[in-house]
């Protein structure tokens, strides 16, 4: 819920703090690599994300001293089991974000130098080519600097450490009626000047 209008979408208030939850390694593959549907979910989402990576180690950082941290910034995919992260495992989040595949990453690594301004780049989602989401990155509501010094209270961040920023609205669970993904559909993640990443649903 780092989006202003991702809230609104959700008819919730935006956060006095970053809500935090955990992606595990596994999690991870490649730009053009498959992500694969659960058998145990029936409600998988999209969500398109900027990805910051970390490239020195740092803990309590000050906001003002973040982006000294920062490699550079990625596309991500934070493909999401919306049954299994709002209604079991106690509605904590973190089975639902982390099944293998759920985070789609790539199609490079670009450094923070040649990235203009991180929190004023277009991002959005295509699903089969139909555009679902469409925003921009300053429409964050905790700016990158924050996330980090956040994230670096209660935890050792270390280079190659990702922190995904947060999706904008137009996520399939708050449709009406609910749109999750299927087998055959391909998913394109693009955000302005890092480029897009294409994901089929096997």
Request: hydrophobic content about 40%; charged content about 25%.
């Amino acid at each position: 819920m780092n989006y202003a209008d991702h809230c609104k979408e959700q008819n919730v208030p935006v956060p006095k703090e970053p809500i935090i939850f955990s992606k595990f390694g596994s999690s991870i593959v490649g730009p053009y690599d498959e992500i694969i549907l659960p058998p145990e979910s029936q409600e998988v989402d999209w969500e398109v994300e900027l990805a910051v990576v970390i490239g020195k180690t740092g803990k309590h950082i000050k906001a003002t001293d973040a982006m000294a941290h920062v490699a550079g910034f990625t596309v991500a995919h934070d493909v999401s089991a919306r049954d299994w992260q709002m209604k079991r495992n106690g509605k904590q989040w973190l089975l639902g974000k982390t099944f293998d595949t759920f985070c789609p990453l790539g199609p490079a690594l670009v450094t923070k130098d040649s990235v203009a301004d991180p929190h004023n780049l277009k991002i959005c989602c295509r699903v089969n080519g139909e555009v679902v989401q469409s925003s921009s990155t300053k429409q964050m509501v905790f700016r990158t600097e924050v996330l980090i010094a956040w994230v670096s209270r209660f935890v050792t961040l270390y280079p190659g450490d990702i922190i995904l920023t947060g999706t904008p609205p137009g996520v399939g669970v708050f449709r009406k009626p609910p749109i999750f993904l299927k087998k055959g559909d391909e998913v394109q993640c693009e955000i302005e000047e890092l480029g897009v990443i294409i994901n089929k649903v096997v």
